[in-house]
């Protein structure tokens, strides 16, 4: 963050400075709104949450560090109260990001393949300069001006994800940090119900093309046509990416390896390099294409830019982790979150790494999918179920749906799936482990509220990598 005093950053908020703040004091970063995570020089933002209050904690924060807390309300430390905390983050992350011209911003978008695209992206931006991307899903009202907060007059590039929940999310966030290049990937099945449409969900995404200036660039997935059609919404010129011909930068030959990871040639306009990802999943390759095409606009040469994509390895946790036990069981660890499209690719990816080995799954019912829930989640059980899977574990609660729809699909299979229905993820781990055997291959797949992360944390010993 660029140094600032209180008093300016009173200013920003519509605060006032109480708790004997001095207004000379200067923040020099980092904004955190975790008191654990203070540093010397740190902003403490106190946000009232369900469950904690940041408030509780803020004379624990200055005596961390902190200069002073921003609250909503007085609290025995130096303080800038405002009216509301997450408004006023929003407010002072605009600020900062407004008096970095010389940073580019890049703002990647998507129903699916956010984080890794972000990831992957940011590692190639890191190449010609220095580079700030959220750690992990940062992409909503707190975490992204968080991530913005965190440059300065140093950073050539901020890479941004940015997540919808409802209409005008995407637009909010692109005013904190008003994007160069946006990424749009697709358009699927996530958060259905809150939106209660596909055309809808796409409304919403494109809103990052539509903050695009008229000299700033718009990459789009020339394979998905509600993205393709939001080249209509904007004035900024257009690089199509994908596998189609008309892509400007696309994959020619893609083949996976017996571990389910895909190579390809990249071509562009300017040449073409192969490519070999270490990342599990042929869905990777579309992520992969859409980092590519934007470091390309910000002028790597496809050399560097295969090289970078080839050496990645997966950067956020609980997204595709492949790990083998010393017995010779695979886990696939996909478990932060899921939905339709998702679940189907991460069974193709299972697919390919598992080749003739048994196989099984660990899922739970989808969520967020409005009134099409029962019927999604009926074709996701089929089609958990007719993937060739020895046995298929189902956790949690509200699982009629996806039973159903696995238990048709087992009477056509043969041989049939044995479908388990658990209540949770400690009963889900007692009923898969005595059923392994050396060389077996789980997928844990689930949305995030189900917390399927804990049993591929217990197959594996208690091992979080």
């Known amino acids: 963050m660029i140094p600032l005093p209180l008093a300016r950053i009173a200013e920003i908020t519509s605060g006032a400075l109480t ?35 940041g408030h509780d904690f803020a004379a624990q924060a200055v005596e961390a560090g902190a200069v002073a807390v921003l609250a909503s309300r007085p609290v025995e430390a130096p303080t800038i109260v405002v009216g509301d905390t997450v408004a006023a983050l ?55 001006p968080l991530t913005v907060l965190k440059a300065d007059e140093a950073t050539h590039y901020l890479v941004l994800e940015l997540s919808a929940r409802h209409a005008g999310h995407i637009s909010d966030l692109a005013r904190i940090a008003p994007p160069k290049i946006g990424v749009v990937l697709n358009v699927g099945t996530a958060h259905l119900g809150v939106f209660g449409g596909k055309e809808a969900i796409a409304e919403a995404k494109g ?62 306009p ?22 590519a095409a934007a470091a390309y606009e910000l002028g790597l040469p496809v050399a560097t830019i295969a090289e970078e994509l080839s050496e990645a390895e997966p950067r956020s946790r609980w997204r595709m982790e492949v790990t083998d036990r010393e017995d010779g069981v695979t886990v696939i660890n996909d478990a932060y979150n899921a939905n339709p499209d998702s679940m189907r690719a991460a069974l193709g ?35 958990a179920a007719g993937a ?51 060389g ?10 189900a917390g399927l992360e804990r049993v591929a944390e217990a197959l594996l010993g208690g091992d979080r990598r």
Do not use: Q
Not at 226 to 249: K, P, S
Not at 270 to 291: C, D, M, Q, T
Not at 377 to 383: A, D, K, T
């Open 207 to 268: 809103e990052l093309v539509e903050a695009l200036p008229a000299d700033g660039v718009a990459v789009l997935n020339a394979d998905d046509p509600l993205v393709a059609a939001m080249a209509r919404r904007t004035d900024a010129r257009i690089t199509w990416y994908g596998r189609a011909e008309n892509a400007a930068v696309r994959a020619e030959g893609v083949t996976l390896d017996d571990r389910g990871r895909a190579s390809f040639t990249l071509r562009t």
């Open 90 to 144: 929003a407010d002072l992350a605009t600020a900062v990001c407004a008096e970095l011209p010389s940073t580019t911003v890049v703002g990647v978008t998507g129903s699916a393949g956010k984080t890794t695209t972000k990831d992957l992206l940011a590692r190639l931006t890191a190449r010609i300069g220095p580079t700030v991307a959220p750690v992990g899903s940062f992409n909503n009202e707190i975490g992204h």
């Open 349 to 383: 990816a299972l697919d390919a790494l598992a080749g003739g080995r048994r196989r099984f799954a660990v899922i739970a019912s989808l969520l967020e999918l409005g009134e099409e829930s029962a019927a999604l989640n009926e074709g996701v059980g089929r089609l």
């Open 270 to 291: 300017s040449g073409a390099a192969p490519v070999a990802l270490r990342l599990y999943g042929e869905h990777a390759v579309e992520n992969a294409l859409a980092a």
């Open 19 to 53: 708790g004997m703040a001095d207004p000379r004091a200067v923040v020099r970063g980092p904004v955190v709104i975790d008191s654990r995570a203070v540093e010397p020089g740190s902003l403490f933002v106190a946000i009232k949450g369900t469950r904690v209050d």
């Open 440 to 449: 077996d291959v789980v997928l844990v797949k689930g949305p995030r509220a």
């Open 388 to 438: 060739g899977l020895a046995g298929l574990l189902v956790v949690g609660p509200d699982a009629g749906p996806l039973l159903a729809g696995a238990e048709a699909a087992v009477a056509d299979a043969s041989p049939a799936t044995r479908i388990t229905h658990v209540p949770d993820a400690e009963s889900a781990v007692a009923a898969l482990s005595p059923l392994l055997a050396p």
